[in-house]
């Protein structure tokens, strides 16, 4: 298996655009996270779906993020309107069990 | 939520065994412990999971006291490339809920030649 793929590795966007990041988990797990890394704040983690059903969304920072997870092997975390705050590392990963499996993650940069 | 205390940062040198512990002073019955360990620009690996006693894999074993009230991850005879932060996480994300897990700041572990 190719483990979790994100897409794009790396964004740099300006102050108040959109941006979209993808997400495709391992075959056959059926739990679904985000995460997002900062120096400041560690890895906190953001949503997680089962199932395609999100579980718990207490992490997401406001309104302006949203996550989906239209089937069970693609999702999407966005940021509408960005700001520069936002800019972090964002990781996806996902798991059957306990286990979690990381994706390499997605370094984005809102100027 | 089981709150964990483990050192901000070691250090050791090439071949030598390293030992991180983790303090989980109020550990719940269902809670697993579980380390991860993360490479600079890459997204966290699981290393070990553990309920009691010890458990040994080809990376790493972990020591669990019969109160739980702590464990210790051992890495043998590390090597350069184990230079990484380590994080203790403890819960039981399947049945209590995977936001009660909680990466915390890590061991930063920093081996040298």
């Known amino acids: 298996d190719a483990g979790v793929i994100q897409s794009p590795r790396h964004e740099v966007t300006e102050m108040g655009q959109e941006v979209t990041l993808r997400c495709k988990p391992i075959?056959?797990?059926?739990?679904l996270f985000w995460y997002r890394q900062t120096m400041m704040r560690g890895l906190e983690l953001l949503i997680y779906?089962?199932?395609?059903?999100?579980?718990?969304d207490s992490g997401m920072p406001e309104d302006r993020f949203s996550a989906k997870m239209p089937n069970a092997s693609f999702s999407t975390l966005k940021i509408q309107p960005s700001e520069p705050r936002d800019s972090a590392v964002y990781f996806c990963?996902?798991?059957?069990?306990?286990?979690?499996?990381f994706g390499p993650g997605t370094r984005l940069l809102v100027l | 939520l089981a709150k964990t205390t483990q050192p901000i940062s070691m250090d050791s040198y090439e071949g030598q065994e390293v030992n991180i512990t983790c303090s989980h002073n109020?550990?719940?019955?269902?809670?697993?412990i579980t380390w991860y360990q993360q490479f600079p620009s890459q997204g966290p690996r699981f290393i070990i999971q553990?309920?009691?006693t010890k458990v040994t894999n080809e990376v790493a074993s972990l020591f669990i006291p019969a109160d739980r009230k702590s464990s210790t991850l051992s890495l043998p005879r590390v090597s350069l490339s184990d230079t990484a932060v380590y994080y203790c996480?403890?819960?039981?994300?399947?049945?209590?809920?995977?936001?009660?897990?909680?990466f915390g700041a890590g061991t930063r572990l920093a081996v040298h030649p």
């Open positions: 553990g309920y009691k």
């Open positions: 996480l403890v819960g039981d994300g399947f049945s209590g809920g995977y936001n009660k897990l909680i």
């Open positions: 779906f089962n199932n395609n059903v999100p579980i718990d």
């Open positions: 075959s056959g797990h059926d739990y």
């Open positions: 109020n550990i719940a019955t269902n809670d697993y």
């Open positions: 990963a996902s798991s059957s069990l306990e286990t979690q499996y």
